[in-house]
């Protein structure tokens, strides 16, 4: 099974989704999955990654996909989810008339960040954060993530600490899925029923 996950931003990105989704197709039963990121084109953040005429290109440059993953970040806002189903709409009427039901995208949003998930995977996270407010935080990159690469000394690792921490983080996918179920488990419930409905 071929996996492309299409970050708004490979920069950073990549090495934050690479390991995680990595561990979840490994969850759900595909440990053999090749997942890859999507590094060309390049989209220039968020609303790149939501231009129908941004995805629709990838869509019909990778055609040995089974399934496309666009993961962006949420950053506080309660219109991306429809945003993103419009998206999906649109971009599985394109598969289903190019190549019938043998692949399919996925939407996901982050709550609120992607460096969420990483941070879910940690175990010494500082006593005085509340997980609550991590995940209702616009802005946790900044005010949660870099704070705690920089205290791990990982800040000045790949991609400012992303793909050491995010390596850590995907051995402990079970912690990421129980504490980000608006976004980690939609997405694994969302892939999981395509593999069982294309067996």
Not at 11 to 40: F, H, R, S
Not at 73 to 90: A, I
Not at 137 to 162: L, M, T
């Amino acid at each position: 099974m071929n996996v492309l996950v299409i970050p708004e931003d490979f920069t950073n990105d990549q090495n934050a989704l690479q390991p995680i989704i990595e561990a979840m197709m490994a969850a759900i039963g595909k440990p053999k999955a090749k997942v890859k990121v999507c590094t060309d084109p390049r989209l220039g953040g968020v609303e790149q990654a939501l231009k129908w005429e941004k995805i629709q290109p990838i869509l019909d440059r990778y055609n040995m996909v089974d399934i496309f993953l666009l993961c962006v970040d949420r950053d506080g806002k309660s219109s991306r989810r429809s945003e993103l189903d419009h998206l999906t709409k649109k971009a599985q009427i394109f598969l289903t008339d190019k190549y019938q039901d043998r692949c399919k995208f996925i939407a996901e949003c982050a709550w609120q960040e992607l460096e969420v998930w990483i941070l879910a995977g940690q175990k010494d996270l500082p006593r005085d954060w509340s997980w609550k407010e991590i995940r209702a935080e616009p802005d946790p990159k900044e005010k949660y993530f870099e704070v705690y690469a920089k205290q791990r000394a990982k800040s000045q690792g790949v991609a400012g600490g992303r793909k050491l921490l995010a390596i850590e983080a995907a051995k402990r996918y079970d912690r990421i899925r129980q504490l980000c179920p608006e976004d980690i488990q939609e997405l694994e419930k969302n892939i999981r029923q395509w593999c069982e409905l294309s067996k």
